[in-house]
């Protein structure tokens, strides 16, 4: 059995990543650029089907969600905040994933995708 690693950094759960270059796993933070080596190369994955009729909406929260990745590259059109949480997800009608983004500012937690 696999348990959770943890950013030794910032305290964040670190996901597993590949290096291609040297052939092997590391554990990478998503928040800070903290890696490590995996001891273990056993690798879980949990993949959550969602029936068609079903409507997955976005939570007001997501913004505090500290395993989801944020990015400084884009602004809201909103209220021009410069930072943003973003995730893929499959948009209702459509094949394949998007991404979206929401708007880090607490006044604003506008949302719109890629």
């Known amino acids: 059995m696999s348990a959770m690693k943890f950013c030794r950094e910032c305290n964040n759960i670190l996901y597993p ?3 291609r270059e040297q052939k092997r796993l590391l554990y990478a933070c998503r928040n800070c650029d903290h890696q490590e080596p995996a001891e273990n190369y056993c690798v879980y994955r949990n993949v959550i089907d969602h029936d068609v009729s079903e409507f997955t909406q976005v939570l ?5 969600d500290p395993t989801l990745p944020r990015t400084k590259s884009v602004k809201c059109h909103v209220c021009g905040h410069p930072e943003a949480v973003f995730f893929q997800a499959a948009a209702r009608g459509e094949e394949g994933m998007t991404l979206f ?8 937690g506008h949302r719109w995708r890629d």
Do not use: S
């Open 60 to 64: 007001q929260d997501v913004t505090a």
């Open 101 to 108: 983004f929401v708007c880090c500012n607490p006044n604003c």
């Open 17 to 19: 990543k590949e290096d």
